[in-house]
């Protein structure tokens, strides 16, 4: 019976667990992006920018994307991100469990979009579990803030600087706080 890869399973939501036959390939992976990440970070002209992120992310990344470097990402592969998206200096995307970013979307300095978590059981601790993030359109996720696997950001919704958000965001409201809650509505 053949395994199925274990990119592919992390993908599907599947555990892994640090004795995996496959688990060497996340690092090996990590250590290939942080290759690029050093070129990207390096420079300071946006096309080169777009074309090493492009290469991260083995998926084109429009021109209407502006990133300021400093990224930090530790696979990319798990990371789409679509038009007109802005990402603020020194953002960090876990995104071995995915990583969607609709159009519209800002990212203002030091956001985490973390999709991957560990067991409670100290036994089980070293064990990998990842959840994706989504981001729909027209979002704004303020100043360090950290977005925790498995959640939806709804559109329009602005999420408020140094929030945690562990649960689902609904369209149209601003939420803050830690943990995040609803703060109002944004009338469209």
Wanted: proline share 5%; net charge neutral.
């Amino acid at each position: 019976m053949e395994t199925q890869d274990i990119f592919e399973r992390l993908r599907n939501g599947e555990t892994i667990i640090p004795d995996d036959a496959q688990a060497y390939k996340m690092r090996e992976a990590s250590f290939a992006t942080k290759a690029l990440l050093l070129k990207m970070n390096n420079t300071a002209n946006p096309s080169e920018i777009r074309a090493l992120l492009s290469e991260i992310t083995s998926s084109e990344i429009h021109e209407s994307v502006t990133v300021f470097t400093p990224l930090h990402i530790n696979y990319g592969k798990h990371t789409k991100i679509g038009k007109n998206v802005f990402i603020n200096f020194d953002c960090v995307f876990l995104d071995l469990g995915g990583i969607i970013i609709e159009d519209n979307v800002l990212l203002a300095p030091k956001v985490s979009l973390l999709t991957e978590s560990h067991p409670l059981n100290p036994k089980e601790r070293q064990s990998l579990i990842p959840k994706p993030i989504h981001i729909k359109k027209n979002v704004w996720i303020g100043a360090n803030a950290t977005i925790l696997q498995g959640v939806t950001i709804g559109e329009n919704a602005v999420v408020a600087a140094g929030s945690v958000v562990f649960k689902d965001v609904p369209d149209n409201v601003v939420v803050g706080g830690i943990p995040a809650k609803i703060i109002k509505e944004i009338k469209i």
